[in-house]
């Protein structure tokens, strides 16, 4: 079964400083990756998806990267601010038909001023 | 843009009763799917449904079904509501034939507590 693990679970950086965040997963028959945001007592909204013949994806200040044959992604946040203050949670599809994700626990960020 | 809406935000429930979570997306979506969020477990999956009136067990489907009878609406019933169900409960949507390459889309979530 898929296991999705992301470490830390908690993260707090200064306002300017890079980010970086990840999540592993313990089976590499994926079809693609998924970066999510959850701001408090939200649901969640989608930054990037990384398929799995992809090694990364960028969207502005984020860029991801996938290896699949280890089990790793890493998502990467250019000069921090506090608006990115949220949990982020990675998401892997499953290689069944019917586009399943398994979630990790996800990562809570504080950006302080 | 694609809008799911989950019709409450907040609800408390009394142990025993039926719940009804119901939940709507505007883009004509096959594919639907209702997870709940616990601390420090993250999302796990209850059911999906991949067109009206078909369904899936999830990973943890005990206490809960659902009902899809119509192609906007996915609607997920406890049906004699427990304690350990107090929970956020998370709706998505996503179209069957772009799902590997195109996310899945969140409605905004129901804090659901049970007394």
């Known amino acids: 079964k898929q296991e999705v693990t992301q470490i830390p679970a908690a993260l707090s950086v200064p306002e300017g400083e890079n980010l970086v965040l990840n999540c592993s997963f313990t089976d590499s028959a994926i079809y693609n990756l998924q970066w999510f945001r959850q701001d408090p007592g939200k649901g969640l909204t989608s930054l990037l998806l990384i398929q799995s013949s992809q090694r990364e994806q960028t969207s502005g200040r984020l860029n991801a990267s996938l290896d699949k044959s280890s089990g790793r992604s890493t998502l990467y946040i250019a000069a921090s601010q506090p608006g990115d203050s949220a949990t982020y949670l990675c998401a892997v599809m499953t290689t069944d038909s019917w586009g399943k994700l398994q979630f990790g626990a996800g990562t809570q960020v504080v950006v302080t001023p | 843009d694609v809008k799911v809406t989950q019709s409450s935000r907040y609800l408390v429930k009394r142990t025993g009763e039926k719940v009804f979570l119901e939940c709507v997306q505007d883009?004509?979506?096959?594919?639907m799917f209702w997870y709940r969020q616990d601390p420090g477990l993250g999302l796990r999956l209850i059911y999906f449904s991949y067109d009206v009136k078909m369904k899936e067990k999830g990973d943890i489907p005990e206490g809960y079904s659902v009902s899809r009878e119509k192609k906007e609406r996915f609607s997920l019933i406890l049906e004699s509501a427990s304690t350990n169900q107090t929970s956020m409960y998370l709706c998505?949507?996503?179209?069957?034939?772009?799902?590997?390459?195109?996310?899945?889309?969140f409605g905004d979530g129901t804090r659901l507590s049970i007394l």
């Open positions: 883009m004509d979506h096959e594919n």
């Open positions: 998505a949507s996503t179209s069957r034939d772009s799902r590997f390459y195109q996310p899945q889309h």
